[in-house]
């Protein structure tokens, strides 16, 4: 019954960092909109008028409230729980958009978010019990298993591979190389977090993992890996067009964090046939789902240029989305960007 416990509360705290993510973006464009009628300089040209906003803070408190939820989610249930319960936050962004900022959701995102839900509700169903863990050197020994090194080293060549081989020569071209560094060093990075969060939970119930040198090697792992995953990340998003970038990191980065955690923590040991292969099928669902929400996004900016707007710059200013499928800055910038292009028009007229 413990461990049912502790899935339902991964469970809760998952949806409720999905559910701050996903407002926050909101919050944030409507403190951009403000800051940008205000100062008249856009945030993607240089306006930094948007940081003596409150909304906007408000949006950034929000988003850190979802991020340590998301975080403290991983102490308690399996990543293949976890991870793909992210692209929640995209459903959240999109319908109180929809209401909010009267941003249209078509038939097609409706359709998406359909598909999202119908995939969470099937992973939650089935999602594998963890083994309780009382220390962080269960961990230690779970990582340093064969299987897990043999990943691990795979990971680390491939990430060496594109930085020094395919970067220089064909980043900026294709956007596997990117999202490909950010999905690798992301799977490490959740199994990191997941060590770190479980080692922070037993230490606030009594049992002090802060004294083992395992738990701040996986601290060092985690802002490694973090630090590496955004820089690449930024790079993609402000060489390619977020609608493409956005569902093939989600797709990479999940598909990895599953595959790393069933291989770490064996998520999938003991569970039926049946019950893994639901589990694919709501993981599919859900990849589809957050996939065609990211294509209406598309069609929208390009049925917007063919209305006889300006085109959107490809290159504006970008933010960071993490592993919870968020909507990055660029979107909220690109539609500003339109916006004042509307706004300037009127005036004309």
Known sequence: MGL?????KGFVLALLSSVFIGASFIIKKKGLRRAAAVSGVRAGYGGYAY???PLWWLGMITMIVGEVANFVAYAFAPAILVTPLGAL???VSAVLAHFILKEKLHQLGVLGCVMCISGSVIIVIHAPQESPITSVHEIWTMA?????LLY???VIVLVFLLVFHFVPRCGHTNVLVFTGICSLMGSLSVMSVKALGTALKLTFEGNNQLVYPETWFFMFVVAICVITQMNYLNKALDTFNTAVVSPIYYVMFTSLTILASVIMFKDWDGQSTGSIISELC???AVLSGTILLNSTKDSDRSSSSRGGHAPLSPTLSTGLFSVNGESPKHDEENMLLYEEICLRKQELH
Do not use: R, V
């Not at 049912?4 to 339902?8: A, E, G, M, Q």
């Not at 340093?144 to 897990?148: L, M, N, S, V």
């Open 4 to 8: 049912y416990d502790d899935n339902l």
């Open 51 to 53: 940081l003596l906003e």
């Open 89 to 91: 936050s995209i459903i």
């Open 144 to 148: 340093t298993q064969p299987a897990f």
């Open 152 to 154: 691990l080293g795979s």
């Open 282 to 284: 709501g993981f599919i």
